[in-house]
């Protein structure tokens, strides 16, 4: 995979300077990754897109770091909580193009190159030319998104371990409606959110839309739960590594449990 004939990178922050989103999208650039970018820096890998599962082995050693278990065994466990440090680096980017310029980013996986730190996602470099012109229609300004980038590392990461791909699109749903509501109060926020979570299907596929209410607001049946309560549809499995009891505040498992469950949660919390 060869990039000599791109120009150097420039950063996506850049692009949206002076408003709320730059610290959302440090992280990513448009271009090259310069030929001498952390040349000493043994800790540092350059890894096209598309051979990010030869890394899995330095990413499992980097999450059992983090939160421990055995690489192995809970290998599931452990690259769902590294998918969710991969989403907030790529997808902000494309979510601010579409909201705040209007404009599709082409990520396809094969034109992408991420750089990782000790196995944990640093930077994500895209085409120079990746930003394209202003669209008034979501599917075109969502497509490179969800349906090359994502359904490509999703497809990716669940070829590292048995994972279900939907507990990883959940992953991204749950960050996703994250991003819409601190956005909620731009123009098209809320028409492109219902778009992607309200479609039966994206982009023409004859399947379900993986990111088809991600979120859902209900009624818990216990008191000591907020009313309503925002619940994932799919829980993250992170309770499957070992120590890891405090559930996240919108895991669904929180409304199976009793009430002598929930306040043992909250005292570690």
């Known amino acids: ?5 791109t120009p150097a990178a420039t950063s996506f922050a850049t692009l949206v300077a002076g408003t709320p989103f730059t610290a959302y999208v440090e ?5 090259t990754p310069a ?3 952390h040349a000493n820096d043994g800790a540092q890998v350059r890894v096209p897109l598309t051979q990010l599962a030869a890394q899995r082995e330095a990413i499992l050693d980097a999450m059992t770091l983090r939160y421990g278990g055995d690489a192995e065994r809970h290998a599931r466990a452990l690259l769902s909580q590294w998918s ?3 989403f907030r680096l790529a997808v902000p980017a494309a979510l601010v193009a579409a909201l705040a310029l209007q404009r599709p980013l082409d990520m396809a996986p094969e034109r992408c190159v991420l750089l990782l730190r000790d196995g944990m996602p ?8 990746a930003l394209g012109e202003a669209q008034e229609e979501a599917a075109i300004r969502y497509a490179s998104l969800v349906d090359e980038h994502l359904r490509g590392v999703i497809d990716m990461l669940a070829s590292m371990t048995k ?11 749950n960050l996703l409606d994250s991003l819409f509501e601190l956005c909620a109060s731009m123009p098209v926020a809320g028409s492109d959110a219902a778009w992607l979570f309200e479609s ?3 982009f023409g596929r004859d399947e379900p839309n993986p990111l088809r209410a991600p979120v859902r607001d209900v009624t818990p049946r216990s008191p000591l739960l907020p009313a309503p309560f925002r619940a994932r549809r799919v829980c993250c499995v992170r309770y499957e590594i070992p120590g890891e009891d405090q559930l996240c505040a919108s895991c669904p498992l929180l409304l199976t449990m009793s009430d002598e469950e929930l306040a043992r949660q909250e005292a570690i919390r």
Not at 27 to 31: D, E, K, R, S
Not at 122 to 129: F, G, K, R, S
Not at 163 to 173: D, E, F, H, Y
């Open 35 to 37: 030929d001498t970018l």
């Open 163 to 173: 994972i279900a791909p939907r507990v990883l699109w959940s992953n991204v749903g």
């Open 27 to 31: 992280g990513v650039w448009l271009g």
């Open 122 to 129: 640093e930077a994500l470099y895209l085409p120079h030319d």
């Open 1 to 5: 995979m060869s990039f000599a004939a």
């Open 84 to 86: 969710k440090y991969y």
């Open 200 to 202: 039966r299907e994206l």
